[in-house]
C-alpha cells in the first residue's frame, strides 16, 4: 500500500519554485537548473517547459538536501559552504538558490580535480546566476597535502567517481589550507571517492575551531568506520548515519544507500537547541544485528568453505530485507 510521507521540517521554510525551464535543462525545487547534458542518466529535455518540481525524492540524497537546508536556515549574518569533490557543483548552486530565498548573503568554495567537470561547474554556476564575487572555483584534487597527485580522468559524462591514483597529473590542496583563510564555515559537503577520511584526519584542530557541520559520503564499511571513531572521537553529534551497499528503514520509507551517508555538527559552534532538533537517525537495531551476524559468520566460517555454504543454505533470505535493490536499467541520453 502506498503512504504519503510528510516531508522533513525544514522543507516547509523554502518555497517550491515554478516556472519556464529552457530547453536542455533540467530543474529542482529550489528553481537551480542544471544542463541534462552533464550526466547521460539525465533524462534529455528538447524543449522549453513549464515546470513546477515537486520537493526532492526520498533516497539517499535525502540526507544532503535536510543537512544543506538546516545549515541555510540556521545561519545568521552570511552563509559558508566548501563542496568538495563538486562536479559540476550541484549542491554549490542549491545552496545559492536556498540563501537567495531568505536574503542571506553567502560564499560558496566549490573544488573539482576532474577537468571536464570543472568546466561545466564553472558553467553551472554561470547559468544559475552566482556572481562571481560570491565563489571561488578550485581546479584541484582535495587531499591530506598541498602539491602534485596523480588523478585519473575522462569519461565525464558518465562516471563522477574519478579519484586519485590515475595517471594525470593534477594540483592538489589541502583541506587546512581551504579553510585558513576562513573564520567561520557553516557546512562542508564532501565526496572525494574514497579520500574523506585522510583529508579529514589532519585537519581536525581546525575543522573543531572553524566548521559547524559536515556531510560526508562513505564508499566503504571501513571508511565509514573509520570517519565515524573519527567525528566520535572530536566529540561532534551524529544526525545521520547510514551504511552503504543496504537498504533500511528510515522516517521516509525503506531507502536504498549506493554510498553511505553521515552528517555530524559541532557542538562548540552549534547552540543546544540546535542540537537537540538534530536527532541522530541511523540503521536500525535490526540491521546492525544482522551485520554483527555477519561479521561473525565471516570469522567462523569464511566465504569458500563449506561450512559458509551450510550457512548460507541455512539463513539465506534473512538479511535480505537489508540488501541494496539492484540498480534499475536507466535510458542514456
Known amino acids: ?84 569533490g563538486a562536479g559540476w557543483g550541484r549542491w554549490s548552486v542549491r545552496a545559492a538558490g536556498a540563501c537567495q530565498q531568505r536574503s542571506l548573503p553567502h560564499h560558496l568554495i566549490a573544488v573539482e580535480a576532474e577537468p571536464t567537470h570543472f568546466q561545466w561547474l564553472v558553467e553551472n554556476l554561470r547559468d544559475n546566476g552566482v556572481k562571481p564575487e560570491d565563489c571561488q572555483l578550485i581546479h584541484a584534487a582535495v587531499t591530506d597535502r598541498d602539491g602534485k597527485v596523480g588523478f585519473q580522468v575522462g569519461d565525464a559524462a558518465n562516471s563522477y567517481g574519478q579519484s586519485i591514483g590515475g ?83 528510515t522516517p521516509w520509507g525503506r531507502i536504498n544507500f549506493q554510498d553511505g551517508t553521515q552528517s555530524w555538527l559541532n557542538p562548540q559552534l552549534c547552540s543546544k537547541d540546535e542540537l537537540r532538533r538534530a536527532r541522530t537517525l541511523r540503521n536500525s537495531l535490526a540491521w546492525r544485528a544482522i551485520t554483527v551476524a555477519r561479521r561473525a559468520v565471516d570469522h567462523v566460517a569464511p566465504p569458500g568453505t563449506l561450512r559458509r555454504r551450510i550457512f548460507n543454505a541455512t539463513l539465506s533470505g534473512l538479511g535480505s530485507k537489508y540488501r541494496r535493490d539492484p540498480p534499475r536499467a536507466t535510458r542514456v541520453s
Open 1 to 84: 500500500m502506498w503512504v504519503k510521507r510528510r516531508h522533513h521540517r525544514v522543507f516547509s521554510r523554502f518555497h517550491r519554485w515554478s516556472g519556464r525551464v529552457p530547453a536542455g535543462f533540467d530543474v529542482d525545487f529550489l528553481g537551480t537548473r542544471y544542463r541534462t547534458a552533464y550526466f547521460t542518466m539525465h533524462q534529455s529535455q528538447p524543449l522549453e517547459r513549464y515546470a513546477a518540481p515537486e520537493h526532492p525524492p526520498f533516497d539517499e540524497e535525502y540526507f544532503e538536501w535536510i543537512a544543506l537546508l538546516e545549515a541555510v536556515a540556521s545561519a545568521k549574518d552570511r552563509f559558508t559552504m566548501l563542496e568538495l
Open 167 to 249: 595517471s594525470t597529473e593534477i594540483e592538489a590542496i589541502s583541506l587546512r589550507t581551504l579553510l585558513r583563510p576562513l573564520e567561520f564555515v557553516d557546512l562542508i559537503d564532501m565526496d572525494v571517492q574514497g579520500a574523506e577520511f585522510d583529508i579529514l584526519a589532519v585537519a581536525s584542530e581546525v575543522l573543531t575551531q572553524k566548521v559547524k557541520s559536515v556531510h560526508v559520503g562513505t564508499h566503504t564499511e571501513q571508511l565509514h568506520g573509520d570517519i565515524l571513531k573519527f567525528f566520535r572521537t572530536l566529540g561532534w553529534h551524529p544526525h545521520f548515519l547510514f551504511q552503504g551497499n543496504s537498504a533500511d528503514t
